[in-house]
């Protein structure tokens, strides 16, 4: 058991939860035997969804009737208290129960209770919400796309540093280029916020990654920039207008 | 002749001129006898392009050999003279020896010199860039794409004035829908900007357009909305990233 991953899920958050995360679950436990979960939720709810199908050593049931609503705000989310489905499953992250967290649940609510409760890496002061971006050559990881609607140089750089860390930890061969997504590659191009933050990259040199200078939106499928950066308004708009891109025209 | 729509056109701007230019005025001139061409650049590239293609009295010829390079900062574009291709295109314009004016050249020197030579509306404080955005039902007028990085409330609501006045004038029986794009559908979304142009669109009734709130970026293809407004930084990035991956897929 000890070697197992652990993953703490609040099966209470998203659309169609908690049968919807259950299933999610045991499509995980069918072709990979190497995660543990500890289900944070409604008991009455997540048993027969998941009893039987998966055996009792790969998963744990924390029972808590109590959840965060899609249609709170961030901070009405974490005022329902410490023993809500998500609150509970990132508290298991703090006491060191579990490995990670994951909820389909309110994203807001997400952020602001994984601040109060799991330290910031030092030195960085926003969390970012990152995905995994399909390439022409394998997958770019994007953020911010949503937590942080205006954002600081400094919170640009910061993101760089956190985007490279997630690729590494998924692709370790690869040392990433960087880039700052912007509406053109040469440097007399963006706003003040970008070229600074394009001057701060520029002259940190890191071991970790290579700053590849700005993107522009036509070449994020290119696939030749792993890590592409982004204030949360622009990131977010770019990821909802191109999936919906390609949802239309598949 | 009087009846004919007269299009000033700077046959020196973008890629492939003269030729591609010319091309395209031959083109439309193959189905459409109702266009006048004033026709600004080098005669000497340009007449044997043109020559015996389209009978002559569909066009004129405006001879100069400055034009304003691609990679010209808007400044250095304007400061060439008042004697490249693009100016005087701009300045036929202003002078009431044509009705509009096509350049396929360097952008920001186009706004800027538009800017100089064409008085700006009375009210508005900045032009936008704009495009035809397909969508399910037809078109949408989506603006700004690029000319303003960083944008007042007054200037987006400025372009709910524009954009709404172009596409009535496009599609004269449609009273248009005019959205905001955000990352969000709820009130609470957004930046303080796009809070506050959101109270000002909501407050001022108008006759010409339907103030329909905010639009995401995966909803902009479904054609519930005619005119979409954004900051020019936002716009640019969404629609890149959006025709690249119709080009990518199709």
Chains 1, 2 share one sequence.
């Not at 899920?9 to 543990?36: C, E």
């Not at 974490?78 to 990132?90: E, Q, V």
């Not at 993107?215 to 990131?235: A, Y």
């Amino acid at each position: 058991m000890s070697d197992l991953i652990k993953i703490a899920v609040d099966a209470m958050g998203g659309d169609g939860s908690p049968k919807k995360i259950i299933d999610g679950i045991i499509l995980n436990h069918s072709t990979n035997k190497n995660n543990f979960f500890k289900i944070f939720g409604d008991k009455n709810k997540i048993d027969p969804l998941i009893r039987g199908k998966i055996p009792a050593e790969f998963f744990e049931l924390i029972h808590t009737e109590k959840k965060i609503e899609s249609t709170d705000s961030p901070l009405e989310g974490a005022k329902r208290g410490k023993d809500t489905s998500m609150w509970l499953a990132i508290q298991s992250v703090k006491d060191k129960e579990a490995d990670i967290i994951i909820s389909a649940g309110n994203t807001g609510a997400l952020l602001v209770v994984s601040k109060l409760n799991l330290k910031m890496i030092e030195n960085i002061d926003k969390p970012a919400l990152s995905a995994l971006w399909p390439n022409k050559k394998g997958m770019s990881v994007v953020l911010d796309l949503g937590a942080n609607i205006e954002c600081s140089s400094k919170n640009l750089s910061d993101f760089s540093i956190m985007g490279a860390s997630l690729y590494t930890s998924l692709y370790p061969n690869d040392k990433p280029n960087v880039a700052l997504l912007n509406i053109g590659s040469e440097e007399l191009k963006g706003n003040d916020t970008i070229k600074e933050t394009y001057q701060l990259l520029n002259e940190k040199k890191s071991d970790n990654y290579n700053f590849a200078g700005y993107i522009e939106g036509n070449h994020l499928m290119d696939g030749e920039v792993n890590v592409i950066v982004s204030d949360g308004f622009t990131g977010n708009v770019a990821l909802k207008t191109h999936l919906f891109t390609i949802l239309c025209l598949v």
